[in-house]
């Protein structure tokens, strides 16, 4: 069974851009979630989708954004980027049970 | 609020050791217990969970132990090995939320010297 993908590995982009990251969950996985990995503030919750609907969001701005497709697959875009936005993003897959498995994560670098 | 407290921040173990990591959660609504191994560069893998029905969970050499009154939970690693050195999170869930949404401890940097 393949695991969680993520697109891309790594990221280079200017503040006031904007970033779209894409998140492909384990097979037969309806739950994505995705999380900020920073070195001051740990790993924190961004938000939740199962079946395309948003279920759940974390405490963060309104230019963090995402959505999920018919097939699990979940994008997350971030606007007007700021520097303090680099981080490592990563996606979880969720299974039914509540297991969550993570994928490698996209390391974005703002400058 | 830090709702998820993980100590010790780093930990150096020798070969064939014992590594410990202490955390305690405020919810009392979480119900699901998680332990994540990552490597640098690498993705949080899960490790071994557990869930308020059972006082301790053992796979191979790691063994979670859990404390419902307390509100502590702990990852114990036995004969720790080079191997094992890596960065590890506990983290806390409820199931009863209606969705997926972990929360984290800051983290243990193990190191196991040979």
């Known amino acids: 069974k393949a695991g969680v993908t993520q697109t891309p590995r790594y990221l280079i982009k200017t503040r006031g851009q904007q970033v779209t990251l894409s998140c492909s969950p384990i097979?037969?996985?309806?739950?994505v979630s995705w999380y900020q990995q920073t070195p001051g503030q740990g790993l924190q919750f961004l938000f939740e989708?199962?079946?395309?609907?948003?279920?759940n969001k974390g405490n963060f701005p309104g230019r963090f954004s995402g959505r999920q497709f018919s097939n699990s697959r979940s994008e997350m875009n971030v606007s007007t980027l700021e520097l303090g936005d680099s981080a490592l993003y990563l996606c979880?897959?969720?299974?039914?049970?509540?297991?969550?498995?993570f994928g490698p994560g996209t390391r974005l670098t703002v400058t | 609020q830090q709702q998820v407290k993980q100590s010790p921040q780093s930990l150096i173990v020798q070969k064939g050791g014992i590594s410990i990591i202490n955390c305690a959660y405020e919810?009392?609504?979480?119900?699901?217990f998680p332990w994540y191994q990552q490597f640098p560069g690498k993705g949080p893998a899960l490790l071994i969970a557990i869930r308020p029905d059972v006082s301790e969970k053992k796979e191979g050499r790691f063994t979670i132990s859990f404390n419902k009154s307390a509100k502590q939970f702990s990852l114990h690693i036995m004969d720790s090995q080079p191997g094992d050195s890596a960065t590890y999170f506990c983290?806390?869930?409820?199931?009863?939320?209606?969705?997926?949404?972990?929360?984290f401890g800051k983290g243990t940097k193990l190191s196991v010297i040979p």
């Open positions: 097979s037969g996985h309806r739950s």
């Open positions: 989708y199962f079946s395309e609907t948003q279920r």
């Open positions: 979880a897959s969720g299974s039914q049970n509540y297991e969550q498995y």
């Open positions: 919810n009392t609504a979480f119900d699901y």
């Open positions: 983290a806390a869930e409820s199931s009863g939320a209606g969705s997926y949404q972990l929360t």
